[in-house]
């Protein structure tokens, strides 16, 4: 698995995940929130959970988002991830050890160290997601 390079299995892992996930998958969350009105017209950007230079393709550090919603979620990094990350645990796919890969950090301990940063709005959820990271993160 190489890091930050557009490679013929890179971009075929993207395209595969877009083409199984043609919809924004946070759109709809947001929106019962009230936290936007916006209507998910159907493009799809492909986000990395955690990005920067070091950006891995992996199932589990992707995610479709609508233009709009990947602006909001680039522009509120830590709570950003923290939506992509529940979004990913409601689809049962977020594998712990790939996280560590890709941050260099155990998700729980991240997760731990950015609870002050969570939104109100989002802390049941939070809290959930605690609660399943930390029964993955043991097996």
Excluded: F
């Amino acid at each position: 698995m190489r890091r930050h390079r557009d490679t013929a299995h890179s971009l075929g892992i993207r395209s595969k995940y877009r083409s199984d996930n043609p919809h924004c998958e946070l759109s709809e969350m947001l929106q019962r929130k009230g936290l936007i009105g916006y209507i998910d017209d159907g493009r799809v950007e492909i986000h990395h959970i955690v990005g920067g230079s070091g950006r891995v393709d992996l199932v589990s550090n992707l995610i479709t988002l609508s233009p709009y919603v990947h602006r909001l979620v680039e522009q509120m990094p830590i709570a950003g991830r923290i939506i992509c990350l529940i979004c990913k645990a409601t689809k049962h796919e977020i594998v712990p050890s790939e996280y560590r890969k890709c941050s260099g950090q155990r998700l729980l301990g991240w997760l731990a160290n950015h609870e002050a940063d969570v939104p109100g709005w989002m802390v049941e959820m939070y809290d959930e997601l605690m609660l399943i990271v930390e029964d993955i993160e043991d097996e």
